[in-house]
């Protein structure tokens, strides 16, 4: 079992800023792509940032110039830095992972989500 596990959610004005976090702990041999994606309310989850194992990013247009997804590998951290934020960017934040659990097993693992809230 692998447990992602989020923090950093909250109330924010527009333009302020937020940092998510999302420490993944549990039978972890490896982990690939991390990321996360976001729900407003009455839409459909949507993908905001991934950062793979070898580093590579990839942001939703909505965010670029303006999020930042970083990991820590050491600690099977990923973070997410969020700047100049809109209220459009009001949801719930979700971690997920793609986690190798065993020589042949792998697993993709979601968080439990974080609310993050701008106000206009």
């Known amino acids: 079992q692998v447990q992602l596990v989020e923090s950093g959610g909250g109330l924010v004005q527009a333009g302020g800023s937020l940092r998510l976090s999302c420490a993944a702990s549990g039978s972890i041999v490896s982990i690939n792509a991390m990321g996360w994606s976001r729900q407003a309310p009455g839409k459909l989850r949507e993908l905001v940032a991934t950062m793979s194992k070898a580093g590579t990013t990839n942001y939703a247009d909505a965010v670029k110039g303006r999020f930042t997804i970083s990991r820590d590998f050491a600690k099977n951290t990923v973070y997410l830095q969020m700047n100049s934020l809109k209220p459009e960017d009001t949801g719930v934040y979700y971690c997920?992972?793609?986690?190798?659990?065993?020589?042949?097993?792998?697993?993709?693992?979601w968080g439990q989500g974080t609310q993050v809230t701008v106000s206009s």
């Open positions: 997920n992972a793609a986690v190798q659990t065993g020589p042949t097993r792998h697993s993709a693992s």
